[in-house]
C-alpha cells in the first residue's frame, strides 16, 4: 500500500546561513491513489518520526488508511522524510546550518520536482507542523487546508530553553541520545500524566521508581533506533520555528494566503503551549474568517496528538467530512 519511490536529490541547496549542499537527497513515500489522479494530502512527521505514516509500521495509520479518516482510497497521501532523520544513508553533522524554514523550502522543491502544484492539506504535529507554517508562509496558496497539530508558527523562549538544554545534553553527555530523551519525555508529557500512570509505585526488581525505569527505558528504546546527529538536528528544527524571522510580520504573511487554518491545541500540552495556539487563533480571526480553533482534552500533554487517535480522529474527521459535504 505504501510506496517508497527513488529519492528525489535537490542540488545546488543554500540554507539560510549560507550552508551550501551540492546534493540533497529527499526520500518520501506515497499511499493510497496514484500521483495525479486524487487530491495530494502532504503530513508531515515529528522529531523522531520519519515518511512512514501509514501501513504495519506506520506511525499514523489509525488516522490514515482505506476508508479512516484520511482516506487512501480518496486521496493520494504524501510524506517526505527531513534530510538527515537518520532514515536513510544520508546524515547531516553541522546541524546548526538549517532552520525548519529550510526544510519548508526542501520540501517545497519536492513538490515541485513531483509536479505538484497545489495540495488539498498539509498537516503536521510538533514540529512537522511547524515546517507545515513555514511551507504556507513560503507559498500562500499552496495548500487549501492547514492542519497544525500541537505546533505553532513560532517556537516561544520557553521552547528555545527546552531545546537549549536538549543541545547540551546532546553534546555533553556521555550518554547523549537516553539523557536527551529522558529530559525530553518531562516535556512531552504531564504531571498529571505521570499521576495518573505511576501512583508513586516501585518497581520491585530494579528497586526503582516506576517512573524511573520507565524514563530508563524511553531511553535506551531510542537509542536503539535513533542517531544522534539526526537528533540534533531535529531538535535544531524545533527551535528555529518562526515565519516571521527576516521576513514580514504574521499578519501580512497570513493574509496572502486563502487556505482554511485548522489549529489543533492539547489543553494539557507543556511544549506548545494552548495559550499560544489560543492568541495564534485570537490573531488570525482579525484578519481571516476561515480559521479555526479545537482542542484534545488530555492528560498526557504534548504526546496526546500521539496517544488519544479517538478524539484527534473525531476532529480530524469533522474537518475531512465536513470538506466533503461542502464539495
Known amino acids: 500500500m505504501e510506496n517508497i519511490p527513488s529519492p528525489i536529490i535537490i542540488q545546488d541547496f ?9 546534493l540533497l537527497p529527499l526520500s ?9 489522479t486524487a487530491p495530494v494530502i502532504l503530513v508531515n512527521h515529528a522529531l523522531t518520526g520519519n515518511a512512514q ?5 506506520g506511525w499514523w495509520n489509525d488516522l490514515i488508511g482505506d476508508e479512516k479518516t484520511i482516506d487512501t482510497q480518496k486521496y493520494t497521501v504524501l510524506a517526505f522524510n527531513v534530510p538527515g532523520n537518520g532514515n536513510d544513508s544520508f546524515i547531516i553533522e553541522n546541524y546548526q546550518d538549517f532552520t525548519t524554514r529550510d526544510v519548508a523550502r526542501i520540501f517545497i522543491k519536492g513538490l515541485q520536482a513531483l509536479q505538484i502544484a497545489q495540495l488539498h492539506t498539509i498537516i503536521g504535529g510538533s514540529v512537522g507542523g511547524g515546517i507545515a507554517w513555514e511551507i504556507l508562509a513560503l507559498e500562500p ?3 487549501q487546508n492547514l492542519i497544525p497539530i500541537a505546533t505553532d508558527w513560532k517556537s516561544t523562549d520557553w521552547m528555545i530553553a527546552n531545546c537549549y538544554l536538549q543541545e547540551q545534553i546532546l553534546n555533553n553527555s556521555s550518554k547523549p ?5 529522558i529530559h525530553a519525555m518531562l516535556c512531552y508529557r504531564s504531571p498529571e500524566s505521570f499521576k495518573e ?3 508513586r ?8 521508581f516506576n517512573i524511573e525505569s520507565w524514563l530508563a527505558h524511553h531511553g535506551e528504546k531510542l537509542q536503539k533506533r535513533y542517531q544522534l546527529s539526526s537528533y540534533k538536528l531535529m531538535n535544531q528544527l524545533l527551535k528555529t520555528i518562526d515565519i516571521t524571522r527576516n521576513s514580514d510580520d504574521f499578519e501580512t504573511l497570513l493574509s496572502r494566503t486563502n487556505a482554511t487554518i485548522h489549529i489543533i491545541g492539547i489543553n494539557s500540552d507543556l511544549f506548545f503551549t494552548p495559550k499560544e495556539n489560543r492568541e495564534t487563533f485570537q490573531e488570525l480571526k482579525k ?6 480553533y479545537s482542542e484534545i482534552d488530555s492528560v498526557h500533554g504534548h504526546d496526546a496528538f500521539l496517544i488519544e487517535y479517538k478524539q484527534l480522529d473525531h476532529l480530524l474527521a469533522d474537518i475531512f467530512k465536513a470538506e466533503t459535504i461542502a464539495k
Do not use: M, W
Not at 53 to 57: A, L, Q, R
Not at 287 to 292: E, G, I, L, M
Open 177 to 181: 541520545i537516553e539523557d536527551a530523551r
Open 201 to 208: 509505585t516501585i518497581n520491585n526488581n530494579l528497586s526503582v
Open 28 to 36: 518520501f513515500t506515497l499511499s493510497g491513489l496514484a500521483l495525479h
Open 197 to 199: 500512570k505511576f501512583q
Open 53 to 57: 505514516v501509514t501501513g504495519e509500521n
Open 287 to 292: 484578519f481571516k474568517d476561515n480559521v479555526f
Open 141 to 143: 496558496n499552496i495548500t
Open 14 to 22: 543554500i540554507t539560510e546561513s549560507g550552508a551550501s549542499y551540492p
